[in-house]
């Protein structure tokens, strides 16, 4: 590992290079900034990468010429890129992402990464993302590393010898916070209505925001949980504190939290630093629905932007515009269905901040479905729960009615009406 400049790390990067970014709030700003920088002499530099957390230069029009995006799943920091085009979508499962890189599908010149400093053993550590970063950095021709006191130090997959790093910068940035926001009384149901499908022993799947938040405070009372999750945020640590997270039913890495990346508050990245109850692994094995279903009653609670009458779930599009990706849902959704006592969950308030329903009788033109109405399970709304499983399509459409909020019921009942021509009660 051979410390240099920002400028000379980014030095090494060519025109028409493909380059990966770290995942979520482990991309190396200071790295960032210095590859934007040199925009003008750089053409058709390809980037890759998942969400990431801060800004993201490289994908602004005036750098078109110099820098493309490819993203695996769409963060705040491009939309307007996506739509513009400076930046593309490439829809995929999140446990197959590394494989495009281990295959040769996406050839990597060179991967940019953040990293804890190096132990008395030499060992850096990816810190709190490893996801498909690891894969990254074993398929790029050069790693390029941004030196980090303040990225915590993990266990698992994410340990990195320094002599696997090119070139390193040192920088004492701080890790960028998700802080959680107030939960609003709608959420909370949400939550309460999640959290009694929860059964006592289950293994636990859910993200971050407020409705993942509204469910963890739900479970106070309950025993025995355990955690394999893509990712998990801060409401997760009074659950482990408490003991009501305690891993001990868990059948893979019993007694452990197992995940591939986490965002949270430094509070969240202290917790994780040096302890052995967490375990940072490849989202390839994380996301294995073979590796998820041997746990038992595998929970996994999952969000959507508009489910259709028949329990197709829209969750990565508002109609033609991409607002985020596919991700891990499925990959999760499908696990906790082949789980002994499994259950796929997808939450979201029944309406809209403008008021507009969520459960509609048909999908935007253009929207994605991420979850079919053949995976579909429970969904959850503050109105309740709707057991889809087995259920007909006029079935269906009931079950969500009843569950859609009261100011949309009679047009839903209408369209259903229209569409199957009569409603089984």
Known sequence: MQIVSPEEAVSYIQSRDHIFIHTAAAAP???????????????????????????????KPEYRQSF?????????????????????YIPVFLSEVPQLFS??????????????????HGYCSLGISVDAT??????????IAQVNPNMPRTHGDGLIHKSEINYAIESDEQIPEHYPAELSPVELK????????????????????????AVLASLGKHKNLGIHTEMFSDGLIPLIESGVVNNKEKRVHPGKVVSSFAMGTRKLYDFMDDNPLVQMLDCTYVNDTAVIRRNP?????????EIDLTGQVCADSIGTYQYSGVGGQMDFIRGASLSEGGKPIIALPSSTAKGESKIVPFLKPGAGVVTTRAHVQYIVTEYGVANLYGQS??????????IAHP????????????RFNKIID
């Open 297 to 305: 009653k595998v929970t996994a609670i999952n969000s959507a932007i």
């Open 68 to 88: 493309k995006t490819h993203v695996f799943f769409v963060g705040k920091n491009v939309r307007s890129a996506i739509k513009t085009g400076e930046a593309d």
């Open 103 to 120: 295959q040769g599908i996406v050839n990597l010149n060179a991967a940019l990464i953040q990293v804890s400093p190096p132990d008395k």
């Open 393 to 402: 399509l006029r079935r269906r459409a009931k079950k969500l009615i009843d």
């Open 134 to 143: 690891r894969a990254a950095i074993l398929n790029a021709d050069t790693v």
């Open 29 to 59: 700003q200071a790295l960032i900034q210095a590859l934007t920088d040199r925009h003008k002499e750089l053409r058709k530099v390809q980037i890759f990468h998942l969400h990431t957390e801060g800004d993201a230069p490289y994908s």
């Open 190 to 213: 949400i939550g309460r209505h999640c959290a009694n499908l929860v059964e006592n022993g289950a293994t636990l799947q859910m993200g971050i925001g407020s409705i993942p938040d």
């Open 407 to 418: 100011d949309h019921r009679e047009s839903l009942e209408k369209a259903a009406h229209e």
